[in-house]
């Protein structure tokens, strides 16, 4: 099947600093990608829908200026959470999209964890 | 190496019955489960989870069972309803680990009224 790759996979910064996830689809193109946030035991929460080459489309409650989403090319999309703060510390998950079949490929996801 | 299995990739059933979807997982570190359900163009929201310390988990029309020694949970529907027609996906976490949410491929439930 189709594979989503998601780097990093854990990282620790410290407060004020910023953050990239990259989300990648490794054998197919995805037009559209999504981005997530679990909190512990928490339902998985879509922050953001990006789509290759045009603005990514947010949640309500989001800050689009907080956490910044570039979707560049159709193999790749990024997550920034500029200035970390610690309740920013979260599981973050991104999913593609295959074409126009509805079927999610998520990646593995990102522990984010701001001291 | 797939760690959750979702090995029937559709299911349907009858408005009214019980609607059964089951999960294998591989890892015996697994310590939290969870079932996300999907429709067409959305993304994939939460519906029902259950710890490793817990066998069952019942939420309204949605109950879950753990079987930790089968490594294996399932989600019943009773009764099912034309609208639980979505794709639902096996979710599994290991709390003490990276937190990696790891999906089983998801399984497509039709409900025929």
């Known amino acids: 099947g189709a594979v989503v790759s998601q780097h990093p996979s854990r990282v620790i910064c410290k407060s004020g600093t910023s953050v990239k996830i990259e989300c990648r689809s490794l054998?197919?193109?995805?037009?559209?990608m999504f981005w997530y946030r679990q909190f512990p035991k928490q339902s998985l929460m879509l922050m953001a829908t990006?789509?290759?080459?045009?603005?990514?489309?947010?949640e309500q409650g989001v800050e689009k200026d907080k956490f910044l989403i570039n979707h560049a090319s159709l193999t790749l999309s990024t997550l920034t959470v500029t200035s970390a703060h610690p309740e920013d510390s979260s599981f973050y998950i991104c999913?593609?999209?295959?074409?126009?079949?509805?079927?999610?490929?998520f990646g593995s996801g990102t522990q984010l964890s701001v001291l | 190496d797939q760690q959750v299995k979702q090995n029937s990739p559709s299911l349907s059933v009858q408005e009214g019955r019980i609607s059964i979807l089951n999960c294998d997982y591989t890892?015996?570190?697994?310590?939290?489960f969870l079932w996300y359900k999907k429709y067409p163009a959305e993304g994939p929201t939460f519906l029902i989870s259950?710890?490793?310390?817990?066998d069952k988990n019942e939420d309204g029309r949605f109950t879950v069972f753990l079987n930790k020694s089968a490594k294996h949970l399932s989600l019943h529907i009773v009764p099912s309803q034309p609208g639980d027609s979505a794709v639902y996906f096996c979710?599994?976490?290991?709390?003490?680990?990276?937190?990696?949410?790891?999906f089983g491929k998801g399984m497509k439930l039709t409900v025929n009224p």
């Open positions: 999913s593609a999209r295959l074409g126009n079949n509805e079927k999610l490929f």
């Open positions: 054998d197919f193109q995805a037009t559209t």
């Open positions: 990006s789509n290759e080459g045009s603005k990514a489309t947010y």
């Open positions: 890892n015996s570190m697994f310590d939290y």
């Open positions: 259950i710890s490793s310390i817990k």
């Open positions: 979710a599994a976490l290991y709390q003490g680990g990276s937190e990696k949410l790891v």
